[in-house]
């Protein structure tokens, strides 16, 4: 018995192993290490989404404006990443910063105002793309600088950067959830958000926490999606909040809060990524992807609520 | 002090005054009203077409309300309706869709109203057609890789948004040429969605399965040629690799100079957008007109660049 539940509990990714096998299988090219870097790079960008919305999910909200702070973040770091203008590190800081002004703007109007996360991040999803059109005037900006395309398109030591950006926000936002204060703050008000209230945690400061975190993070995907593109797009990042989601949800956290990991999630990004590469490695068409990774989100969550009953 | 005062308030009701002669004379002349709808203002190419009519607009004195359909049919026939409302003399439209954009055709006509298609087509006819076709730069795409070739080899095709009128014809264009010459293959096909990104990954995933097979890829527009090029310069194949693409947007006019992207066909902005504001000029002003006004596709290579780069 104990096996199984154990079995359940890993289910995602005993699921993520058997279609990797199955792929290595149906594909000779899948299983090598050039084709793992690309994998894992391509999920890079997916993967800041995600950790960052994985804190907001777990709290019990939701953000739905991460494409459009990608696009905003992009067309900010991309405007102020011409050459021989200004040093790499003012394209960098003030994507991030546009990202951190965004996430706390979402908190802020959620904890004040008492509007579901739902609509208020939606409000903001569709300011975010109005802003990112009036920054660039709806042109993409190109001709960046060799050091801020570096970020995207560089390697250290034979690793492409965005893997070694993927692992270190990975360990940091693993070790906010698990190790600090904050971590257990999020996972009780997720639990019950009056009892938190009740025993003395400043919910509304959580709150602002995540939804900043989530921004930040998305103003990081950001300038890795712009420098890796070498052009800051304003319809960049349409659709991104919606695999961010769904790589969360895959991982296991609960959309009603209270549970998740960022393991979890950083297996439901590598199995989003898998599903995408080997499908076009197989080259079926579009359409039964679609199909295919609807039908894999919906495993997901429903294997996610047969936990539930049986704990 | 009081004379400077006195100077200054008189030159500047003499200015003033000057204005107001000079607007009655135009509002004599009855400025002609065009209603515009495009396609969508987040679109790089529509927004330079849309840039094209507000000068020559200008230039002619015409008055332009120029409206965003959004991508959305629906949005794009309301539009039409309340141009319809607001008595313009001529409306323009950028369709978003073949058939479900017809009905704003249809009920402009009804209301006497000219109205002109510009860039793309619906199947009701229209009063007049400024605009290119897309199957003939799918075709040119083509012919060139066929040409760089020999007739001989694997081609991969990036897609567009699959079902869009663009992608449909380009689609089209490709094909054509690809029946007449049998011994070029066609190993792989995927939509890119429009998108650099998307594109880039793609290209990437197919790199991985089709390696040096590939000999030549076609991308239905610039945005994802230049990300299947990004992605063949990381694994160092560019080389070995024919990239051809449409549209002729700056980075890729940028990246034939640079003799990356191998070709792009130039899609006229300014010629449609400048001809449908004189089209709708002769129109409302009942001077003798063109039906169908077809700008040409032209092929850009490393060759003839300098002639599109501004």
Known sequence: MQYINRLRQYGIFVVFIIICLILSLISPQFLTVSNWTIIITQASINALLAFGVTFVIITGGIDLSLGSMVAVTGVTAAMLAHPDTFPVALPIFAGLLAGLLMGVFNGFIITKSKIAPFIVTLGTMTIGRGLALILSKGRPISNLSDSFNFIGGGNIFGIPFPIIVLILVFIICSIILKKTLLGRYIYAIGGNEQASRASGINVNRVKMAVYSISGLLAGLAGILLTSRITTGQPNAGAGFELDAIAAAVIGGTSTSGGTGTMTGTLIGVLLIGVINNGLDLLNVTSYYQQVVMGTIIIGAVVLDSWNQKNN | MKYIY??????????????????????????????????????????????????????????????????????????????????????????????????????????????????????????????????????????????????????????????????????????????????????????????????????????????????????????????????????????????????????????????????????????????????????????????????????????????FLK
């Not at chain 2, 054509?176 to 096909?189: D, Q, S």
């Not at chain 2, 995933?205 to 076609?218: C, E, H, L, P, T």
Request: charge should be negative; glycine fraction near 6%.
């Open chain 2, 6 to 307: 006195s100077i200054l308030i008189l030159s500047v009701f003499l200015f003033t005054s000057c204005n107001q002669t000079k607007s009655n004379e135009k509002s004599e002349e009855k400025k002609i009203k065009v209603g515009v709808t495009m396609l969508s203002m987040q679109n790089e190419f529509i927004v330079n077409i849309s840039d094209e009519m507000n000068k020559k607009a200008e230039e002619l004195g015409v008055e332009l309300i120029t409206v965003d359909a959004e991508h959305q049919p629906l949005k794009q026939i309301e539009q039409v309706e309340s141009f319809i409302a607001q008595k313009v003399d001529v409306i323009i439209m950028n369709p978003c869709e073949v058939e479900a954009s017809s009905p704003a055709v249809t009920k402009a006509l009804a209301a006497k109203i000219p109205i002109i298609n510009v860039n793309s087509a619906t199947s009701t006819k229209p009063t007049a057609f400024v605009g290119s076709n897309d199957v003939e730069s799918g075709r040119i795409a083509m012919k060139f890789i066929a040409d760089k070739l020999g007739g001989k080899g694997n081609i991969v095709m990036i897609h567009g948004f699959m079902g869009q009128a663009a992608q449909i014809q380009r689609e089209q264009g490709a094909k054509e040429i690809l029946k007449e010459f049998p011994n070029l293959k066609l190993i792989a096909h995927q939509t890119g969605e429009w998108d650099r990104a998307k594109s880039m990954d793609l290209m990437q995933n197919w790199i991985q399965s089709y390696g040096k097979d590939i000999n030549a890829v076609f991308a239905q527009n610039d945005e994802m040629g230049l990300g299947a090029l990004k992605a063949l310069q990381d694994t160092g194949l560019k080389d070995k690799v024919i990239v051809v693409s449409i549209d002729a947007i700056a980075d890729a006019l940028q990246a034939v100079k640079k003799g990356t992207l191998d070709a792009t066909v130039f899609q006229n902005a300014k010629q449609q957008g400048a001809g449908a504001i004189e089209v709708a000029v002769k129109i409302a002003t009942g001077q003798s007109y063109e039906k169908e006004v077809m700008i040409p596709f032209m092929l850009v290579t490393k060759e003839n660049i300098g002639r």
